[in-house]
């Protein structure tokens, strides 16, 4: 005759059956790689270095102011100021013309050139604008002048000798280019001026004046 195991001790070997089965086909949860590992790049290649802040462009320093030759400052200290010229220039027919002007003098475009501004007064006077500078090298002066009326001229000179210039160069006008020479004598506190043109194989007065401050 079979025995029959009591209903309990049914369910208790039913249960011991089921989790002796249970821990047979457990997985083993997966072991978690390490952060040093996860981080270290693959095989053979260079290490991850850190993220570096862009580096920022150093701004070139500003240039040096240019450094001019020091006969320019001193020639246009001793012209600068404003003058009153009055004088004549010649007609053309034999007979001349009395002009009153204002010649201004200065410094300019950072002491490279000294400026002369010679205005006639009136409806219709002539207007000439200078500029001279020094070339330290060549040891001469450069004359470049331009004027209303569309002419222009560049002298050159070796400079003033007893208070005179002599400039000597040409002059360009819609008429043709003309020799020139112009002429500067400074006397205390007076500064004559007068020019010359080579018309028809001789020296002729174009203009002169002398100014006073």
């Known amino acids: 005759m079979r025995r029959v195991l009591p209903r309990f001790l049914l ?17 083993p949860a997966p072991q978690q790689e390490p952060a040093a590992s996860r981080r270290a790049p693959p095989s053979g290649g260079a290490p991850l270095m850190p993220r570096q802040p862009p580096i920022e462009p150093v701004p070139p320093p500003p240039p040096a102011p240019p450094v001019q030759p020091p006969e320019i400052a001193a020639v246009g200290k001793t012209l600068a100021g404003t003058w009153t010229c009055k004088g004549s220039k010649p007609r053309g027919d034999g007979s001349s013309a009395s002009m009153v002007a204002k010649l201004t003098i200065k410094l300019d475009l950072d002491g490279a050139w000294v400026q002369a501004s010679f205005v006639e007064s009136g409806a219709g006077g002539a207007k000439l604008t200078s500029y001279r500078t020094f070339d330290p090298v060549a040891k001469q002066w450069t004359l470049v002048q331009v004027t209303n ?35 500067e004598q400074r006397d205390g506190k007076q500064l004559k001026v007068w020019g010359e043109a080579l018309l028809g194989g001789a020296w002729q007065k174009t203009y002169e004046a002398t100014c006073s401050k």
């Open 149 to 183: 009326a569309g002419g222009h001229a560049v002298s050159t000179s070796a400079g003033e000798t007893g208070g005179a210039w002599t400039w000597t160069g040409t002059s360009n006008t819609s008429a043709g280019s003309t020799q020139t020479r112009d002429h």
């Open 11 to 27: 369910l208790v070997v039913s249960a011991g059956s089921a989790t002796a089965l249970a821990d047979e086909v457990r997985v």
